[in-house]
T-cell receptor, first 109, second 122 residues
Framework: EIVLTQSPGTLSLSPGERATLSCRAS???????LAWYQQKPGQAPRLLIY???SRATGIPDRFSGSGSGTDFTLTISRLEPEDFAVYYC??????????FGQGTRLEIK | EVQLVESGGGLVQPGGSLRLSCSAS????????MHWVRQAPGKGLEYVSA????????YYADSVKGRFSISRDNSKNTLYLQMSSLRAEDTAVYYC???????????????WGQGTLATVSS
């Protein structure tokens, strides 16, 4: 099973700043089967990025994904107030099991 | 529009059983694999189980193997999760999720239900 480790655990930034979230896998993630989600309190997660860098429908272009192999990054170019939330990475492979990272909390500084 | 509506959560004693349901609409249910994902209070996301589009293949996380059973009724557009021998650590919001592409048993999760809370406590 692939273990995903996200860093940092908490990121404190101000609106307008750039956020860089990391997701490291214990072994190579095949075909960049890596996704990113945003979750706000009391809500289901929302898909942001799939295939490591493809933005989901309706996701603003300030969100971008990059990386391959074992190291992946979610970048938010200029933080808006609504971007402060918890972010998860996920690897999905060609068949289960699926694994998630433990999450990065993005909080307002 | 894809809609996934979970039900069946509630309070159950340790060692008890619970059956969750997920009613699907807005897409051809029988063409897509479906998964269950859970989230314990204040914790992260955990994959629980998956089932192929025709129900012929099932998958389980090690933490629930032998205790949970996933199934589906394509004539009713409904996904199920039968949970037995429940433990306190199974307390979580359980989400029903749809795999994005036909012919695949896995994938990213674009479509989520609102979740149903299962609480295991005496």
């Amino acid at each position: 099973e692939i273990v995903l480790t996200q860093s940092p655990g908490t990121l404190s930034l101000s609106p307008g700043e750039r956020a860089t979230l990391s997701c490291r896998a214990s072994q190579s993630v095949s075909s960049s089967y890596l996704a990113w989600y945003q979750q706000k309190p009391g809500q289901a997660p929302r898909l942001l990025i799939y295939g490591a860098f493809s933005r989901a429908t309706g996701i603003p272009d300030r969100f971008s994904g990059s990386g391959s192999g074992t190291d992946f990054t979610l970048t938010i170019s200029r933080l808006e107030p609504e971007d402060f939330a918890v972010y998860y990475c996920q690897q999905y492979g060609s068949s289960p099991p699926i694994t998630f990272g433990q999450g990065t909390r993005l909080e307002i500084k | 529009e894809v809609q996934l509506v979970e039900s069946g959560g509630g309070l159950v004693q340790p060692g008890g059983s619970l059956r969750l349901s997920c009613s699907a609409s807005g897409f051809t249910f029988s063409s897509y694999a479906m998964h269950w994902v859970r989230q314990a209070p204040g914790k992260g996301l955990e994959y629980v189980s998956a089932i192929s589009s025709n129900g012929g293949s099932t998958y389980y996380a090690d933490s629930v193997k032998g205790r949970f059973s996933i199934s589906r009724d394509n004539s009713k557009n409904t996904l199920y999760l039968q949970m037995s021998s429940l433990r306190a650590e199974d307390t979580a919001v359980y989400y029903c999720v749809k795999v994005p592409l036909t012919g695949y048993s896995s994938g990213w999760y674009k479509d989520w239900g609102q979740g149903t809370l299962a609480t295991v406590s005496s």
